[in-house]
């Protein structure tokens, strides 16, 4: 199977060429090979670090401060669960927990059978129609656990499809 | 002739079925062969009645909400195309609705009513004059024109804009920078993301005229990851504007050049702290600087640099355009203008409601929020993000401006109003408060880094029952060791909920936790 996801160095090389020449290019960089590969593969941080004239520690310590960037791929969904305070003034604290009891992980956590990976969120601006939840790129309002089910149904029982 | 028919494409809208609602007008029309136009707008920030429908008719927009797609149907029986009153969803002419009428929307006047997207709807909506004014003005009139506005910093720290301005303007540089400040982490507030998804023109024409003021030739909105929304539409109004000649070498035939660029975060809420957010944009950890220098002296790759928040920014075109004391006339003291107010969390009617400064909190959560979703009674209200007070009852009849709530350890921050019923385990909330810190510090100074790690910890033994006095005492320490040996806000913050919940809700201390916390 040819999955354009899976990254290699030449690929890698080449979304870091196209984005090198920006002031301040290393999040640019991230963003680009994470949106391409899902995650940013460690074998990447020598390859950047070498093009932009960086230690790969220095690659390494960016990629790890941020909540965003990921080293190892994600479930072919990812699900995030807002944690913030207008999400709890409507209930998202029994939310997560029944998310985690759900799908049987914790945050940074994936399904066993590889289709959802579960994360927490802080606020993704929908605080007056909360509880949200993110889901790739798509935000939902108002989720209640029977909701959060459905949704959970809906994503595991979609038919495969080639992404991208 | 076409009916016009509009429906929201921001992400609360989305977030609650648009497209869905979309789709099924667009099906149901051709079914029933009506000639029917849908229009994706913005929304008009009124959050409780999304999907907000509304249709053109020759009396002005008529709107019902919110809208599923099982109602389409009856709406379309019930006279949906000629704006007939009658269905449960009809709620009159939008511009009636009181929630609306009752706003001074200066900064928001566009939000809702135009296609997010055109350069013609937004130009035929007064789009662009303030560009145009500024363009026939010298940079320091552009600055004095801003300082007498009395605009101030509404990303919560309420520094005078137009003094912000000057500095970088004085400061000599080969090149200096407008960044905006897009990073909207603080829970409650999403007025940030209404400008750029509904109206990203209007910031787009602040920050060239930002631009023009200080004599800066490039700009960067610096965006949260968690707007893909936001990312994706001003990516494309910035490519709409250059081909307008709105940005780019040459603006408007004047020899006078900017560009902006956007650049996303990367799920750091730290990066909302402005020094924090330049290491960001310069590819680095976002740890705080230390100041002085100040940004405008020493920003961007060391270069001079105007940091404002998108509501800063978005509230200069009206300036521009209608002069200084338009904008001045509205607002107290020495908070000028108008404040956008987000209703959010536990509340009936939540939305955007912006207002001259002034109007009191009971007044926003009661009349327009119409109290709580639950039904149950009000308890508790945090305003101005995760780094301010929680307040009780007895505080919600202040006016709200700057000073009034500085002056009881309050802060109005970025407009941020989360209400919680009497449900709310305000510990609970305490505890958060440190976890949020411990979970977010960048880690630079210790107060902060170990600070709310011990916070955390020393709540948890208190409402433990292990020796409750003295780890009372110890919060107390710990909270004032926070705020005042923090390099910024994060730190230095925090323990403002913790105090206040502790100060109002004693007795939520004194009884173990319920539930799961994890």
């Known amino acids: ?164 | 002739m076409s009916v016009r028919v509009f429906v929201p494409r921001d992400t609360t809208a989305l977030s609650l079925g648009a497209d869905a609602v979309a789709t099924r007008l667009e099906r149901e029309a051709e079914r029933r062969g009506l000639a029917l136009t849908v229009v994706r707008n913005g929304s008009r920030g009124l959050a409780w009645l999304e999907p907000l429908v509304e249709v053109e008719t020759p009396a002005g927009r008529v709107a019902y909400g919110p809208v599923t797609p099982a109602d389409v149907p009856s709406l379309l029986d019930e006279g949906l195309l000629e704006g007939r009153d009658g269905h449960a969803l009809a709620q009159g002419p939008t511009e009636s609705i009181p929630y609306l009428a009752r706003q001074q929307r200066l900064t928001f006047s566009r939000i809702g009513v135009t296609d997010p997207l055109s350069v013609d709807d937004y130009r035929a909506h007064d789009g662009f004059r303030g560009l145009e004014a500024a363009l026939a003005l010298e940079p320091q009139d552009i600055v004095e024109e801003v300082k007498a506005s009395g605009l101030r910093g509404r990303g919560g720290a309420a520094f005078p804009t137009g003094i912000k301005w000057q500095t970088v303007l004085d400061a000599p540089a080969d090149q200096k920078y407008i960044v905006c400040n897009a990073d909207e982490g603080d829970s409650g507030t999403f007025a940030d993301r209404l400008v750029m998804e509904c109206d990203p023109y209007v910031l787009i024409e602040g920050m060239a005229i930002a631009g023009l003021a200080v004599n800066a030739t490039q700009g960067y909105i610096y965006l949260r990851s968690e707007y893909p929304l936001a990312k994706q539409i001003l990516d494309d109004a910035i490519a709409r504007a250059e081909a307008a000649g709105y940005l780019g070498d040459d603006l408007r035939g004047s020899g006078r050049a900017f560009h902006l660029e956007v650049r996303l975060g990367a799920g750091a809420y730290i990066c909302g702290e402005e020094t924090s957010l330049l290491e960001s944009l310069e590819g680095k950890r976002g740890l705080v600087r230390f100041k002085p220098p100040l940004p405008a002296i020493e920003g961007l790759f060391g270069r001079p640099t105007v940091v404002n928040n998108v509501l800063s920014l978005a509230a200069v075109p009206f300036i521009l355009a209608e002069g200084a004391q338009a904008y001045a006339n509205h607002g107290m003291g020495r908070s000028r203008g108008t404040l956008a107010l987000q209703l959010a969390g536990n509340v009936k009617r939540g939305g955007l409601v912006e207002l001259s400064f002034g109007t009191t909190l009971r007044t926003l959560m009661e009349d327009f929020g119409g109290g709580t979703a639950s039904g149950r009674p009000l308890r508790a209200v945090q305003v101005g993000g995760p780094l301010c007070a929680y307040l009780p009852e007895s505080q919600w009849d202040m006016p709200l401006d700057y000073e009034t709530f500085a002056e009881v350890g309050a802060g109005v921050g970025h407009g941020g109003v989360v209400m919680f019923d009497d449900s709310v385990d305000m510990a609970e909330q305490a505890r958060f408060s440190m976890e949020f810190c411990k979970e977010e510090s960048c880690g630079k100074c210790t107060p902060c880094r170990i600070g709310s790690t011990r916070g955390v910890e020393v709540i948890d033994r208190i409402r433990a029952g292990r020796d409750r006095d003295a780890n009372l005492e110890l919060l107390g320490e710990l909270c004032e060791t926070m705020e005042d040996g923090s390099l910024c806000a994060m730190g230095g913050m925090t323990p403002f909920p913790v105090q206040s919940a502790l100060k109002h809700f004693p007795d939520d201390f004194l009884r173990a936790p319920e539930g799961d916390r994890s």
């Not at chain 1, 979304?15 to 002031?23: F, I, N, R």
């Not at chain 1, 939840?133 to 108002?142: A, T």
């Open chain 1, 1 to 164: 199977m040819n999955d354009s996801r899976e990254w290699t160095p030449q690929a890698v090389q080449a979304e870091v060429d196209a984005l090198k020449h920006k002031p301040g290019a290393l999040l640019p960089i991230l963003h680009a090979l994470q949106d391409r590969f899902d995650h940013v593969p460690e074998g990447a941080v020598p390859i950047i670090a070498e093009s932009l004239g960086l230690t790969r520690a220095e690659v390494h310590g960016v990629i790890s401060f941020y909540h965003h960037f990921r080293t190892s791929p994600p479930g072919r969904h990812v699900v995030q669960v807002c944690r913030a305070e207008a999400c709890q003034a409507r209930g998202a604290r029994p939310l997560e927990a029944h998310a985690k009891a759900t799908l049987g992980v914790g945050y940074h956590q994936t399904t066993a059978d590889r289709e959802i990976t579960l994360e927490a969120v802080y606020c993704l601006g929908n605080c007056a129609c909360g509880p949200s939840v993110r889901v790739d790129d798509q935000i939902l309002g108002r989720v209640t656990p029977e909701r959060f089910d459905a949704l959970v149904d809906e994503l595991r029982t979609q038919p495969l499809e080639v992404l991208g």
